[in-house]
């Protein structure tokens, strides 16, 4: 029920008399779920819950796990939901198109403009596999678990989470679920390196759930890897070196997702409430720190030279139950936020509009 | 006065829909180095939200908005004292309760004996009952010793005889790791002239299904009459079938146990 319908249905006089006395709870005065605006600084939207249009009997979905956006400008969901992997939505919320049976463990997805032409990097948990697609679902090549890195002796300890490709066609596999490994193979899909891996040293990685490449700064190019158990993203080179640690304590961060100069990820889940729905999307600016939390706890206040108060990173955590467990965020060309979500009772992804 | 009736039924179900159709905000962060203290504790209720504040109790009342506001850390000096808060703000529906149970020092303790605990979770052995340290609701703290044997026996070496009246047990309940409160808690004194425990008192549990998350719950036994002794024997019973209601019925479960206290009569 829309908020301002309460108000046209109720304010008679008499009613509305009655209502103060008898009733002191202030129901009515609660924000309709699509009048909330989430979010701090520069970086606030508000929410639309009811974007997708989606019939659940013909388009269902499981666990909704990534999303991207490809370049005639349709959103792209991967779901585990092996009756139609991958849905195909219209900016404003209307199914295209679906395709895609064979990925029960769909999980990551990649879109890469290759030559012109867009293609698409599957990481299937189930099958210990990479599936590179056509933007239509046609296999181009597949990856089996990484025999040359000599750390797997079978199929099932690999379990890749996430892919990210180089603007060169490198494809950096993170083993997320498995050895927490990245696997860097060239655009052939042949073997280059690996790095990370589980340890205790700063380069180490727990729950390598995500990558990407960050390109903002043009000179220097790097790797952003989640490492989601340590509340972090890590970075490396392009060749795997580790470079530093971006602490975001109490984020279950996902993926890193890197538009224009701004971080964006998914935290499945607060650290200071496990497995309680307790998620919500941090937003960091091009120095890697946290400008916003949509539906999360306010970051720390700027002081007026520009710095961050306090040497030591605030724990963050969900404030408003928004969200469930957020999995992936997309931003799409005109800025909207997509937020998909893994375990939140088969819902469709939910769309976010900036307020300026 | 039907009339009136009337309105109130139908502004309530205006209510109900209203409120389905609002956020709820999350429940704030209670922030302390550990439930157990010798004189005081202190407590830091904390939620970065603005329009919102944040209502607490001490004695055991949910919170409202008419309860006590939190302006600045709380000070605790009364054993079981138990924090519940809750945050309200204009625009969305109240959070759900969060409570600690803050635990005060007991009888001198000189050493505790256990049978010995899944290797995964072994904390720093037997002492880990006695350190003072945990109320955490992480499975993998190392204040945390975890059992999946059929009993558990925990022994307490009093430095000299004492009264003993009460034993607290500081135990986690969280059903989606399999850990249950245990099925029966059976408490004994050992009796020199028999050389041999004698059983004081036992207690059944009963295992409530409609909770969701981490729990944690100190639990005190107390018995009828207090008994002066220096040795204590506390045998928790694991629930060998999990009920059918939990996805894995049939299986033991687990036994969580951070702390043990026990006192005289206070």
């Not at chain 1, 989430?38 to 979905?61: C, E, F, M």
């Not at chain 1, 050895?179 to 380069?203: C, L, M, P, S």
């Not at chain 1, 999307?281 to 710095?307: C, E, F, W």
């Amino acid at each position: 029920m829309q908020r301002k319908d309460f108000i046209k249905t109720t304010s008679f006089g008499l009613l509305g008399a009655m209502l103060t006395p008898l009733h002191r709870s202030p129901y009515g005065q609660y924000l309709a779920k699509n009048e909330v605006i989430l979010g701090h600084n520069n970086k606030r939207y508000k929410i639309n819950t009811r974007w997708s249009q989606a019939d659940v009997a013909r388009y269902p979905v499981n666990n909704c796990h990534e999303m991207v956006q490809d370049k005639k400008g349709r959103i792209l969901l991967l779901t585990d939901e092996t009756r139609n992997n991958v849905l195909i939505y219209d900016k404003n919320g209307k199914i295209l198109d679906s395709w895609g049976k064979e990925y029960p463990g769909a999980h990551g997805l990649t879109l890469f403009n290759e030559n012109g032409e867009d293609v698409l990097f599957i990481c299937d948990n189930t099958r210990h596999q990479v599936i590179k697609t056509t933007i239509d679902g046609r296999v181009l090549m597949t990856l089996d678990y990484p025999k040359e890195t000599g750390v797997y002796a079978k199929a099932e300890e690999y379990v890749p989470t996430e892919t990210a490709i180089a603007p060169n066609g490198d494809i950096y596999v993170a083993d997320g679920y498995g050895k927490d490994y990245v696997i860097q193979y060239n655009h052939k899909g042949e073997y280059i390196r690996h790095f990370g891996g589980k340890g205790d040293t700063a380069a180490h990685l727990s729950n390598a759930h995500g990558v990407c490449v960050d390109m903002r700064d043009k000179a220097n190019p790097c790797l952003m890897v989640t490492s989601r158990v340590q509340n972090a993203f890590k970075k490396y080179d392009l060749e795997g070196k580790y470079l530093e640690t971006i602490d975001l304590k109490g984020a279950w961060v996902c993926r890193p997702v890197i538009k224009g100069d701004y971080l964006y990820a998914a935290v499945l889940q607060s650290n200071s409430r496990q497995w309680a729905q307790s998620g919500f999307v941090t937003i960091l600016d091009k120095n890697n720190k946290v400008v916003s939390n949509l539906a999360g706890s306010t970051p720390l206040q700027r002081s007026p030279d520009g710095q961050y108060s306090g040497a030591q990173v605030e724990e963050m955590y969900q404030t408003i139950k928004a969200f469930q467990y957020p999995h992936d965020v997309l931003i799409d060309d005109e800025e909207n936020m997509y937020v998909a979500q893994w375990n939140s009772g088969k819902t469709y992804p939910i769309k976010l509009e900036p307020v300026v | 006065m039907k009339n009136i009736h009337f309105l109130i039924v139908f502004l309530s179900n205006v209510a109900v829909l209203s409120a389905q159709d609002a956020f709820q905000l999350a429940p704030p962060l209670l922030k302390y180095p550990s439930v157990f203290f010798t004189k005081e504790a202190k407590i830091d209720l904390v939620f970065a939200e603005p329009n919102t504040q944040i209502h607490y109790t001490l004695n055991g009342e949910e919170p409202t908005e008419n309860a006590q506001r939190y302006t600045h850390p709380l000070s605790i000096t009364k054993n079981f004292t138990t924090v519940k808060a809750r945050v309200f703000g204009k625009n969305y529906l109240p959070s759900d309760v969060v409570q600690a149970t803050f635990i005060k020092e007991g009888l001198p303790i000189k050493s505790a004996e256990t049978t010995l605990p899944n290797p995964k979770y072994k904390g720093s052995g037997a002492k880990t009952l006695i350190d003072n340290e945990g109320g955490k609701t992480t499975v993998s703290s190392p204040t945390w010793l975890g059992f999946q044997t059929d009993t558990v026996d925990v022994i307490l070496n009093l430095h000299k005889k004492e009264k003993f009246k009460k034993v607290l047990i500081g135990l986690l309940r969280d059903y989606g790791s399999w850990i249950f409160l245990p099925e029966k808690i059976a408490i004994y004194a050992f009796d020199d002239k028999k050389n041999y425990f004698q059983l004081l008192d036992n207690q059944i549990f009963n295992q409530s299904k409609d909770i969701k998350g981490s729990f944690y719950t100190p639990s005190v036994l107390s018995l009828k009459k207090s008994i002066k002794t220096d040795k204590i024997k506390i045998q928790l019973h694991v629930v060998k079938q999990i009920p059918d209601w939990h996805v894995g019925k049939g299986n033991r479960s687990w036994i969580f146990i951070d702390e043990i206290k026990v006192y005289g009569d206070e």
